[in-house]
């Protein structure tokens, strides 16, 4: 029943890199975009990135640009976020989506509720 998977989270240093993976199990991901969200305690749901199923489109949210990466394979049905310079205020857990439907731009409008397949997150703390 599980659909996506996430892992790579924990614990870095402020300054650190870590590198988050999102792979499809029951549905296939290579024909839709991807994106990444993230969720700190007491906060909503936060856009963070985003990329086309042929990884010609990337996006990120102002306050990750320059600092995130995300990439497909899509071969290995994964989605990757490489996480570098990373900040006390990344700390959140970090969750893969993907749309309905495939040939789908939602993975950009940074809205969650377009959204249909989540992974169960993964948790990323960065200490101040």
């Known amino acids: 029943q599980v659909q996506l998977v996430e892992s790579g989270g924990g614990s870095v240093q402020a300054g650190g890199s870590l590198r988050l993976s999102c792979v499809a199990s029951?549905?296939?991901?290579?024909?839709?975009?991807m994106a990444w969200f993230r969720q700190a305690p007491g906060k909503g749901r936060e856009w963070v990135a985003g990329i086309s199923s042929s990884g010609a489109r990337t996006d990120y949210a102002d306050s990750v640009k320059g600092r995130f990466t995300i990439s497909r394979d899509n071969a290995k049905e994964t989605v990757s976020l490489q996480m570098n310079s990373l900040k006390p205020e990344d700390t959140a857990m970090y969750y893969c989506a993907s749309t309905m439907y495939a040939s789908s731009s939602r993975c950009f409008s940074r809205a969650s509720e377009d959204l249909t397949y989540w992974g169960q997150g993964t948790q990323v703390t960065v200490p101040s």
């Open positions: 029951v549905i296939t991901i290579s024909n839709r975009c």
